[in-house]
């Protein structure tokens, strides 16, 4: 995979490089290649030492307050050299009220001082494809139930929702209502036995809901970055869910106590 290439720029008098130089190095350590322009550079500068280096991203650093003014410069001095390609993302002491402005002014995003620089490589990463999009949807919410047939009256009458299909996933010893809303469903789980996880759930926690689940791409890819960032699993690999999906679940504990789970559809079953 070709080697990210960032520019760090200091626009305008702001004199102050401390910063800019430890998120330098920090993405270096990412594996990223860095060039920094140094202090006290125009937007034009910036702008034509993108161009020149042929980066994948220019970030910006200011302390100074005038980033109201010189972000969207370089933004507009990129365009003029017809690399409006070239996305530009902004940190350092920024107010929250001016983060809406100068993401409209073309910023893609502003990282505030309290950003870990980890979060900034991760984001670099999505935003020039070297890393897994976020989720596409929410694909279902799971709800566990004692049983299928004594909740439906509540999903089909009160609510008016129309039930898609019930099956049976062996792989977690389940049997599972679909009910359509919008473009995401509810889920409803009823147990098939008492070694089922679900089963073992409503004995501790009452009938409930049970999980997210969001729509992924390449859901093997996915585990192993996440498996890369120490992101506890349930499922090192992913298994069989319903639909012939293949699922794979996040450990409560990465998402505060929320069970998540990752499904990947067959590609004409994707709506």
Same mark, same amino acid.
């Not at 042929?54 to 969207?72: K, Q, T």
């Not at 009256?153 to 792989?171: A, H, T």
């Not at 120490?230 to 298994?239: D, I, K, S, Y």
């Given at each position: 995979?070709?080697?990210?290439?960032?520019?760090?720029? #200091?626009?305008?008098?702001? @004199?102050?490089?401390? @910063?800019?130089?430890?998120?330098?190095?920090?993405?270096?350590?990412?594996?990223?290649?860095?060039?920094?322009?140094?202090?006290?550079?125009?937007?034009?500068?910036?702008?034509?030492?993108?161009?020149?280096?042929?980066?994948?991203?220019?970030? &910006?650093?200011?302390? !100074?307050?005038?980033?109201?003014?010189?972000?969207?410069?370089?933004?507009?001095?990129?365009?003029?050299? $017809?690399?409006?390609?070239?996305?530009?993302?902004? =940190?350092?002491?920024?107010?929250?009220?001016?983060?809406?402005?100068?993401?409209?002014?073309?910023?893609?995003?502003?990282?505030? *001082?309290?950003?870990?620089?980890?979060? &900034?490589?991760?984001? /670099?990463?999505?935003?020039?494809?070297?890393?897994?999009?976020?989720?596409? #949807?929410?694909?279902?919410? =799971?709800?566990?139930?004692?049983?299928?047939?004594? !909740?439906?009256?509540?999903?089909?009458?009160?609510?008016?929702?129309?039930?898609?299909?019930?099956?049976?996933?062996? !792989?977690?010893?389940?049997?599972?209502?679909?009910?359509?809303?919008?473009?995401?469903?509810?889920? &409803?789980?009823?147990?098939? %036995?008492?070694?089922?996880? /679900?089963?073992?759930?409503?004995?501790?926690? @009452?009938? =409930?809901?049970?999980?997210?689940?969001?729509?992924?791409?390449?859901?093997?890819?996915?585990?192993?970055?996440?498996? !890369?960032?120490?992101?506890? &699993?349930? %499922?090192?690999?992913?298994?069989? =869910?319903?639909? $012939?999906?293949?699922?794979?679940?996040?450990?409560?504990?990465?998402?505060?106590?929320?069970?998540?789970?990752?499904?990947?559809?067959?590609? *004409?079953?994707?709506?």
């Amino acid at each position: 995979m070709k080697q990210i290439r960032v520019l760090i720029g #200091k626009a305008g008098l702001d @004199g102050h490089d401390r @910063g800019a130089l430890v998120i330098a190095q920090a993405l270096r350590d990412h594996g990223m290649e860095v060039i920094y322009t140094g202090l006290r550079q125009s937007p034009d500068q910036i702008a034509q030492a993108a161009v020149q280096e042929d980066v994948d991203v220019v970030g &910006l650093s200011s302390l !100074s307050g005038a980033h109201r003014s010189l972000f969207p410069k370089v933004v507009e001095a990129l365009q003029a050299r $017809n690399a409006k390609d070239i996305p530009v993302i902004g =940190g350092g002491v920024i107010p929250a009220e001016d983060i809406p402005f100068l993401e409209e002014k073309g910023i893609k995003k502003i990282f505030t *001082s309290g950003a870990s620089t980890d979060d &900034l490589a991760s984001y /670099i990463k999505r935003l020039v494809g070297a890393s897994t999009a976020p989720p596409k #949807k929410i694909a279902h919410i =799971g709800i566990a139930v004692r049983q299928i047939k004594e !909740s439906l009256p509540f999903y089909q009458d009160i609510l008016g929702l129309d039930v898609e299909k019930i099956e049976e996933v062996e !792989s977690e010893q389940v049997r599972v209502a679909f009910l359509r809303i919008g473009e995401t469903r509810i889920e &409803l789980l009823e147990p098939m %036995n008492e070694q089922s996880a /679900i089963h073992r759930f409503i004995e501790k926690k @009452g009938e =409930g809901v049970h999980h997210l689940a969001f729509e992924v791409d390449d859901l093997e890819e996915r585990l192993s970055e996440y498996r !890369s960032k120490g992101v506890p &699993l349930l %499922n090192e690999t992913p298994v069989t =869910g319903a639909e $012939n999906s293949q699922i794979a679940f996040v450990h409560p504990k990465a998402a505060s106590r929320v069970l998540i789970e990752l499904c990947q559809h067959q590609e *004409s079953e994707v709506e």
